[in-house]
Nanobody, 120 residues
Framework: VQLQASGGGLVQPEGSLRVSCKVS????????IGWFRQAPGKEREWIGC????????EYEDSVKGRFTISKDDVDHTAFLQMNRLRTEDTAIYYC??????????????WGQGTLVTVSS
């Protein structure tokens, strides 16, 4: 199983950006996807997930109301829509499967990460 994250870039504060995570190497669409980020000098943190079983989404408090996670099972792609971005959202963003729990140890496969920089 491989995950390919893309869509990162430079965005101004209060701007929006959508990053994608393409899953390949499996014919199954029955997986939950989590999103993490790692800011410079900080540990990797969980920011949210979408559960395959019931479609529920969960978010870390600092992104709740600004970020939206979705999943296209036909295209095997997950999306992280980020609105009202702040400078403190600057980080490398990672997708991972197969869990909707808020800790990295529950995830088996990881994408390589995509850099999001929020700056004026």
């Amino acid at each position: 199983v491989q995950l390919q994250a893309s869509g990162g870039g430079l965005v101004q504060p209060e701007g929006s950006l959508r990053v994608s995570c393409k899953v390949s190497g499996t014919t199954s669409d029955k997986y939950s996807i989590g999103w993490f980020r790692q800011a410079p000098g900080k540990e990797r943190e969980w920011i949210g997930c979408v559960d395959h079983g019931n479609g529920r989404t969960e978010y870390e408090d600092s992104v709740k109301g600004r970020f939206t996670i979705s999943k296209d099972d036909v295209d095997h792609t997950a999306f992280l829509q980020m609105n009202r971005l702040r400078t403190e959202d600057t980080a490398i963003y990672y997708c991972a499967i197969d869990s909707c729990l808020p800790a990295a140890l529950f995830y088996n496969y990881w994408g390589q990460g995509t850099l999001v920089t929020v700056s004026s």
